[in-house]
């Protein structure tokens, strides 16, 4: 008999991932089949913004709601992969005041609390912001790494009892009698399953359309700038209606400067990329958050698709709610077996999942409920190891938390990322624990080749020790990885980091 789970969930984003999560801790058979790893899609190119919601409360409350509930369920749950660093919103002389003080009044209105502080109080708790502001609100905006928190949600999944299938396609949901009963991956394979959830972001309309399901998707593309530096401690937002390249996000070593909104082509959305002109419109209206950042190197830029639902596929994606979209495909198209969980943020993502595991449930007659805004997720559960360990644990500790305690730190201490400060210790658990192949999946869920050097110093020192693990040499996960990383150097080699990509192409040897 070939085995029927209770749940197929079709994408390893933050919205797969926590909705795989729920449905484990609420004892349901759950599978989740991503077509490449998990955070290839939006998930792993955002701004790593836990936000307050403070940038919505002025247009969207219901969102802004949302967000600074979901923000104080993280900062306990999520504990290893947030870092609290509050947010500033900076009002410049072009912005004026009266922007503010409607802000200041919606944000109290959706419960978040948001504070005036005078513009030399602000410049004192963040020397790097314009000393041109006029105006200065705190908001509890954090950082969120979104590589860790989806990393955990699987692992708390796996660690009860789902199931996981990566690099495998979804090709096509299986039929039979008007009810979809699972689906067909690019394989060949035919999984069952009595739901199949549909939380693939912005290629949810692709495989809805071929079950004759008809979802409206908007894909809205943002770009990002990585700087080399950790120029600010705060996150800083411009206190004005959402534009291009109002929020600065410190993240680990770096800072994260974004983003722009540009309706984009479905077929544009597998080879997302930040274009030149987007990186020199980044850089023109990030300098005016943080004028240093006009003489901060810039390490990479990259690009991302927000998953938009829309009734009308017009304008720029941002007049669209990021709202969250919950579809019952049997209510709405007479389609049993088939749920969509899509919209919203990475900061909705554990709230999207409760909705969507809610409606499973109600459809599979399970009373179980959520859990997941109580238990801590692997890594931040209990106090985090201190600071007095050893050089090479310091920095896996911070990345992983109490999951520390599963790496060998006395066979596997030698440092081999020297910018994030990996051992091989950490890439052992990384291989054993996410079923890494290659340098850019081993990236995703340790920071190799992620800091300052973008890994021209020290690819090949982890080549070499991944090459005992997976099936690959050396030189071809270094090929990999150069391939990869070149794509976010291209738009903006210029400087230093011009001068890097020449050093790195002397030592591999290879085309770029
Ligand atoms: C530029 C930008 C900045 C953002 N900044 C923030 C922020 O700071 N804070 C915040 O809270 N939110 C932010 N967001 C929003 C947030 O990133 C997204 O809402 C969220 O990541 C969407 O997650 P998802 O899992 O729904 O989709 P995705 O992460 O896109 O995941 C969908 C997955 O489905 C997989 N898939 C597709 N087709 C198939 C198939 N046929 N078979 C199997 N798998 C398939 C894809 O490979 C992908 O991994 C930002 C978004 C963008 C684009």
Known sequence: MQKEYDVIIIGGGITGAATLRDCALRGLSSLLIERGDICDGASGRNHGLLHSGARYAVTDREGAEECIRENRILRRIASNCVEPTDGLFISLPEDGLDYQANFIAKCREAGIDAQAIDPAEALRMEPAINPAIIGAVKVPDAAVDPFRLVDAHILDAQRHGAEILKFTAVASLVKEDGRVVGVKTSKGDVLRAKEVVLAAGIWTADIAAAAGVRIGMMPSKGALVIYGHRVANMVINRCRKPANADILVPGDVVSVLGTTSDKVPMDACDDMH??????????????????????????????????????????????????????????????PGLITITGGKLTTARLMAEMATDLICRKLGSTAVCETANRPLPGSEGRKPGFKDPFNKRAAIGRHGTEIGKMDFEKGGEILCECENVTRAEIEYA????GVRNISDLRRHTRIGMGTCQG???IRKVARVLAEYVEASADELVYEYRQERWKGMTPVLWGDTLREAEYMHKVDGNEI
Do not use: Q, W
């Open 456 to 458: 021209s110093f020290c």
């Open 274 to 335: 930040a274009t030149p002109a987007e990186v020199d419109l980044l850089m023109r209206e990030g300098e005016k958050l943080v004028p240093s950042l006009a003489r901060t190197r810039i390490i990479r830029a990259y690009a991302g698709v927000r998953p938009l639902v829309v009734a009308d596929p017009a304008g720029d994606g941002r007049n669209v709610s990021r709202g969250i979209v919950l579809l019952d495909h049997e209510e709405r198209d007479g389609v």
């Open 431 to 434: 291989v054993k624990n996410f």
